[in-house]
């Protein structure tokens, strides 16, 4: 397993009409350097989608924009979202793009997709979120195809014993006000307990808060 330490630039914020779109709708943070001068995707979401083919499940919609910074080998796209309003979102941004792309209704415990039918899943700022954490990823291994892969993109409790027990004391607070994140939780661990090997792992630090970003595969 590769492990490295990185230090991404704190792209600019995403504005009022979510100028460089969102990872998700309370991690209002841009996917896109400049939507309006081409899309050029984000360092963090660069390396999130990249060499990804086949096809490939996202969870989450935030506002669309994420969907045009896929690499070109990926042949369709099924972005799962639960609310009405990001889909509505999601999809006027599908119709300008050349990849197929499926936006289906659905939450994290109970993906609507069929089982060994993606080459990856992209989990991006939505761990945190979930109620318990088991359940997304026994869904994910469910979907995935042999041979295929996890990308993630998660809050990561920090190693660092004061920040993470400021983290953990701040958690109820916090997670009232962004949809139910928890960013004291360890995804890492979370990851390998649910039967997957890391492959490759970044950790950094994004607005104070700890970081992973990698890719693994079910055991």
Do not use: N
């Not at 799962?80 to 994290?108: S, Y």
């Not at 039918?117 to 088991?134: G, K």
């Amino acid at each position: 397993m590769a492990v490295r330490m990185g230090d991404f630039v704190d792209p600019p914020d995403t504005g009022r009409w979510f100028g460089g779109g969102m990872e998700q709708f309370h991690h209002p943070r841009p996917v896109c350097a400049d939507r309006e001068g081409g899309g050029e995707p984000t360092p963090q979401r660069r390396q999130l989608l990249a060499g990804l083919s086949g096809r490939v499940l996202e969870i989450g919609a935030g506002d669309g924009v994420k969907l045009s910074c896929y690499p070109a080998g990926v042949e369709e796209i099924v972005l799962v979202e639960a609310d009405p309003f990001l889909r509505t979102a999601a999809q006027r941004v599908a119709a300008d793009l050349a990849t197929p792309i499926l936006v289906m209704p659905g939450d994290l415990s109970r993906l609507p997709v069929d089982d060994a039918s993606c080459d990856a899943v992209v989990c991006s700022l939505v761990l945190c979120c979930a109620p318990r954490t088991a359940e997304p990823l026994l869904e994910v291994r469910r979907v995935l195809a042999p041979g295929g892969e996890l990308r993630f993109y998660e809050h990561q409790r920090s190693g660092k014993a004061a920040l993470a027990l400021a983290e953990s004391l701040g958690t109820p607070l916090w997670s009232r006000a962004s949809g139910g994140c928890h960013p004291a939780r360890d995804i890492v661990d979370v990851i390998r307990q649910a039967g997957f090997v890391i492959e490759s792992l970044d950790r950094f630090v994004f607005r104070r808060f700890s970081h992973v970003l990698g890719a693994a595969r079910p055991r």
